[in-house]
């Protein structure tokens, strides 16, 4: 069956930098869009990051855009997030999530409700 499984997260420092992964199983992680979400304590969902099946485009919110980078390794079935100059608002839980394979292009800010799989997150905390 379809899985996401998320990996990665900590507690880290301000400045300092993490990779999260999203391990993908039970289908071809080329032929769908995958988007980063967190969610940060009382607040809403938020896509971050997104990557396009087939030729892997990317795209950012402003708040990440130059300090987190979106990559995917094929051959594992593997989308990380590399996270640099972590800020405290940084902290949230981070979730990865397939989009529905009739969705053209990725945006992170578009929203939850094409989604149609999620992992269960992983805990990224930014404190001294």
């Known amino acids: 069956q379809v899985q996401l499984v998320e990996s990665g997260g900590g507690l880290v420092q301000p400045g300092g930098s993490l990779r999260l992964s999203c391990a993908a199983s039970?289908?071809?992680?080329?032929?769908?869009?995958i988007i980063w979400f967190r969610q940060a304590p009382g607040k809403e969902r938020e896509g971050v990051s997104c990557?396009?099946?087939?030729?892997?485009?990317?795209s950012y919110v402003d708040s990440v855009k130059g300090r987190f980078t979106i990559s995917r390794d094929l051959a594992n079935n593997t989308v990380y997030l590399q996270m640099n100059s972590l800020k405290p608002e940084d902290t949230a839980v981070y979730y990865c999530?397939?989009?529905?394979?009739?969705?053209?292009?990725?945006?992170?800010?578009?929203?939850?409700?094409?989604?149609?799989?999620w992992g269960k997150g992983t805990l990224v905390t930014v404190s001294s």
């Open positions: 990557t396009t099946s087939g030729d892997g485009i990317t």
């Open positions: 039970g289908f071809t992680l080329d032929y769908y869009n």
């Open positions: 999530a397939r989009e529905r394979p009739d969705i053209v292009g990725c945006a992170p800010g578009r929203g939850l409700a094409g989604m149609d799989y």
